[in-house]
């Protein structure tokens, strides 16, 4: 779950200045760095893209279609889905393209409806490599800025569990390739 | 070090289809994965793209300026480099924008000068959780395509160890995060 503070929750940015448009870029290199590993996709990982703390987009690798591993066409892809904004009524989402369905809600109601131990990232955190990767965890990290006092605090009522990945501050799509890492090798410990 | 078998070896090609453009989408999350910490640069680190195993784009972290995390902006970077590949004659380097410099090499003579234990990733290389971090490794990594022969004797020729970042083979710029990852915790021993 990647919290866009800035990200656009209509259709119109462009696609040729992404940084521009809420880091649109930043948030579609973490849905590829989430979902994809060379030819192929994960199929057991949902990414959810909380745009604004108002809509979120979710990709599920179960059943997702046309993920490309650039920047611009998953950009595309989530500009797409908010076209299609206005048929996303109540808290039902409204699928938009195979795997792709997009929900009005914000951090908290997500943090609800994705399950799992929650964990964030975390300068103080555990680190990676004592703690035993769990069955199903859910991931939250913030874009380029650290989460509102508030996003934390909504953070800590769903228990979330401090995790550090190493001593240098990481990009978001970095971080979840190195939590991918973590779990693909069993903490370290099966290559 | 990125291998980029298509890349574009001139400045002719568009900033909007960069996946067509010889995977220089991948090659500029390439560039960004291995120079660029949240807020920072790291300043120990330089990236060597081989484009067609003719050009090689250096990027040096301690002087490099201008280096966003965005693909087509990075992209541009190497574009406005190849605009400049009439002045790489011979084997001398010309530096096109701080630290980035153009130099007419192909991956024998990058490898050559780059110095350092040279790391290739392999399914049956060594866990990189076995493996002590060396001090100043040359990871070289292919694009989207395995390396071809040729290139993979070149590597035996360097004495290239082979290493394993775990068991799901992973995108070029998604496993340099993951190498960052080893080397910034000293082999997941340092949080």
Redesign the interface.
Known sequence: MVVGRDAPTSADFP??D??GAGRM??LA?CV??AL????GIRESVQVRLVLSDSFTVRFDGATLQGL??????TAALVRATLDEREAAIGHIPVETSPGVSLVRMGLAETLAAAGGQVYRLHEDGQ????CAPPANPTLVLSD?RSFRAEDAATLEDADARRL????????A??AI??A??WL??DG????
């Open positions: 696609l040729d992404l940084p870029d930043l290199r590829t760095a994809l590993r060379s030819h490309h591993p650039d920047e611009r066409s680190p990676a490599a004592d380029h550090s990945l190493g001593p240098t501050v990481l990009h799509d970095h390739a190195v991918h890492n693909d090798t370290f410990e099966t290559y």
